[in-house]
């Protein structure tokens, strides 16, 4: 099924999403990686807040090419999302209800999918430079030191999706997985 969603993401919103859906994106989500995930951590292991409130936020795991000319940012493919998976069931836990990125995920993170009622969305590897034409603009929030791996605040307009894990923990690369062994 193809659904355009406004984000954040809602309870409301997140209990309507099926693994294999399709699925635009319109509104704010933030991007990070592995350099940003282990700060992150770190600031959470030393008490220190964070520079962006997660709660309700979608993170996309990607670090952009620089921007051509007149563009709000360069390629922006998404990155394989279990490089963060010793991160994300914390956060997951402490309100993130979105991540976007491509491949598998942990046992860990789908239980803790399930746990806070959240969804995991694979943006089309690859693609990167298609992807970028659904950003409307960038800006660096946080850990500007970190150059592509910094923290980004990215606008998108019907940025497309696939639910690939939903908050009941159906994953869709399993099911692929079970039909292509029945035909």
Do not use: W
């Amino acid at each position: 099924m193809e659904k355009k969603i406004s984000l954040p993401l809602t309870e409301e919103i997140i209990s309507d999403l099926k693994a294999g859906d399709y699925v635009y994106l319109t509104g704010t989500i933030y991007t990070a990686r592995d350099a940003a995930h282990k700060r992150i951590d770190e600031a959470l292991n030393n008490g220190v807040e964070l520079p962006v409130d997660i709660k309700g936020q979608t993170i996309y795991y990607m670090g952009p090419s620089p921007a051509r000319e007149g563009r709000p940012i360069g390629s922006a493919g998404p990155t394989t999302a279990s490089r963060m998976d010793k991160y994300a069931p914390r956060l997951l836990d402490l309100g993130l209800k979105g991540m976007i990125g491509k491949g598998r995920r942990s046992e860990a993170v789908k239980e803790a999918i399930v746990r806070n009622g959240a969804v995991y969305f694979a943006a089309v590897g690859g693609a990167g430079a298609l992807l970028s034409k659904a950003i409307v603009s960038s800006e660096v929030v946080a850990y500007d030191d970190l150059g592509t791996e910094a923290i980004r605040k990215l606008e998108v307009v019907n940025f497309p999706v696939i639910v690939v894990i939903d908050k009941d923990g159906n994953n869709l690369y399993d099911i692929a997985q079970v039909q292509f062994n029945r035909e």
